[in-house]
Nanobody
Framework: QVQLVESGGGSVQAGGSLRLSCGGS????????MAWFRQAPGKEREGVAA????????AYADSVKGRFTVYPNNAKNTLYLQMNNLKPEDTAMYYC???????????????????WGQGTQVTVSS
């Protein structure tokens, strides 16, 4: 059973930074694709960033390119999302997701992932 636990959320002002962490089971980072999704009140969940640990393939939503960076630390069994230059529209619950690698396509598709964390809240004020 893959278990994912997010942390690092909080409240920041626009222009600030946060780093989210996703801790997982030991084997999660060997041959898996990992992703961050977010869901704002009244909106659908959307893919933000993803990385496949074997190939190093990454994917980012257009809205976060150049501001967010996703990267794993396999030694610590942790996935990170570094978020810089945060905007009020980044306010949402952020979720970590994982699935064993089978393709490098569709990394930001919610249906691809079978394992999910409980989420961590990010609030950006103007």
């Amino acid at each position: 059973q893959v278990q994912l636990v997010e942390s690092g959320g909080g409240s920041v002002q626009a222009g600030g930074s946060l780093r989210l962490s996703c801790g997982g089971s030991t084997y999660t980072y060997n041959g898996y694709c990992m992703a961050w999704f977010r869901q704002a009140p009244g909106k659908e969940r959307e893919g933000v960033a993803a990385v496949c640990t074997g190939s190093g393939t990454t994917a980012y939503a257009d809205s976060v390119k150049g501001r967010f960076t996703v990267y794993p630390n396999n030694a610590k069994n942790t996935l990170y999302l570094q978020m810089n230059n945060l905007k009020p529209e980044d306010t949402a619950m952020y979720y970590c997701a994982a699935q064993r690698y089978y393709s490098a396509f569709g990394l930001l598709a919610q249906a691809r992932y079978g394992y999910w964390g409980q989420g961590t809240q990010v609030t950006v004020s103007s």
